[in-house]
């Protein structure tokens, strides 16, 4: 069975940072893409970034330079690194596995396991 557990969420500054975690369990971790996303209350699922097997990444343009994707093999965690944070980055962080073959990173229905989320505030 499949488990990706979100942590490190909370409320911080603007200007300050956090650090996300996603312990993923029951899955190849190594062998597929993973990704973060973000939602606020009645918007869509926004990809935030992405990183697959071969290391390389991807960035929503809004937080290019800001946060970092990364991702430990030996720990089965995928990580977020979030600096400069503001207040538009408030909203429920959710961790994504195994984007399907041709998908798209930035898209919800490409990705086929979800995590339950972790939130974080941002106050100015």
């Known amino acids: 069975q499949v488990q990706l557990v979100e942590s490190g969420g909370g409320a911080v500054q603007a200007g300050g940072s956090l650090r996300l975690s996603c312990a993923v369990s029951g899955f190849t971790y190594s062998s597929y893409c993973m990704g973060w996303f973000r939602q606020v209350p009645e918007k869509k699922r926004e990809g935030v970034a992405a990183?697959?097997?071969?290391?390389?990444?991807d960035y929503v343009d809004s937080v290019k330079g800001r946060f970092t994707i990364s991702k430990d093999n030996a720990k089965s965690t995928l990580y977020l690194e979030m600096n400069s944070l503001g207040p538009e980055d408030t909203a429920m962080y959710y961790c994504?596995?195994?984007?399907?073959?041709?998908?798209?990173?930035?898209?919800?229905?490409?990705?086929?396991?979800w995590g339950q989320g972790t939130q974080v505030t941002v106050s100015s």
């Open positions: 990183i697959c097997y071969d290391g390389t990444t």
């Open positions: 994504a596995a195994d984007l399907r073959p041709g998908g798209r990173w930035y898209m919800e229905a490409d990705w086929r396991y």
